[in-house]
């Protein structure tokens, strides 16, 4: 799937997170930046121990304030240490846990935020262009596949086609989950002529 907006272009494609090229990877963090938990936890693998260092060390700086390392909807910076030859940066981005039931309840303003929050990150970075990035908050997080397939669509095609240019050419949405594929396709038929943006997936 591909749709050009105002902007640049958003895609889903297939395949695994790590192995993509691009100026910037997200990986879906807890809030503790624990990176122990399915795609965040591939992407720390990759990228070496320099990484748990890293966040180790956002960790206890955080702590002197009494502050959660990186609390949902934020995000982190960090090198991308051993997948340097993949990507300039990695964007550790924390989205709701829906198994948590405080974070569960107010997830469709949540997930919507955590995406703003995130944009607002890639304007301040002047070397990115093209995002390597899963669809936050549907793997471990567990967010109802169909309602988040509308929702990230929505909100994506609605920054990349919106009045002020995010400075991002390429949003690429990895998807390696068959189920949350077949949703993503679904939402986009039903949703198609109302969505930001037009249909680019045969060019």
Same mark, same amino acid.
């Given at each position: 799937m591909a749709r050009t907006c105002r902007w640049g272009v958003v895609r889903v494609i297939g395949g695994e997170l790590h192995l993509q090229e691009a100026d910037v990877v997200i990986t879906p963090a807890n809030n503790r930046?624990?990176?122990r938990e399915g795609l965040d936890a591939q992407i720390h693998k990759a990228a070496g121990d320099e990484l748990r260092d890293f966040c180790t060390a956002v960790r206890v700086e955080q702590r002197k304030l009494n502050l959660p390392p990186c609390p949902v909807t934020t995000n982190v910076v960090s090198n991308s240490f051993n997948l340097?030859?993949?990507? +300039?940066?990695?964007?550790? #981005? #924390?989205?709701?846990d829906c198994r948590r039931p405080n974070q569960d309840e107010t997830r469709r303003e949540l997930l919507p935020q955590t995406y703003h929050h995130l944009f607002d990150t890639l304007k301040? /970075? +002047?070397?990115?262009? #093209?995002? /390597? &990035?899963p669809p936050l908050s549907m793997g471990v997080f567990a967010y109802p596949h169909r309602e988040g &397939?509308?929702?990230?669509?929505?909100?994506l095609l609605g920054i990349m086609d919106g009045e002020e240019d995010p400075g991002i050419k390429e949003? $690429?949405?990895?998807? +390696?989950?068959? $189920?949350?594929?077949?949703? /993503?396709?679904?939402?986009?038929r039903e949703s198609n002529d109302l969505l930001p943006g037009i249909d680019t997936t045969m060019e």
């Open positions: 930046l624990s990176g340097k030859e993949r990507f +300039k940066h990695i964007i550790h #981005v #924390v989205s709701p301040g /970075m +002047k070397d990115v262009s #093209v995002v /390597m &990035a &397939a509308r929702l990230t669509l929505e909100t949003y $690429n949405i990895v998807v +390696k989950e068959r $189920n949350f594929i077949n949703n /993503m396709r679904t939402v986009y």
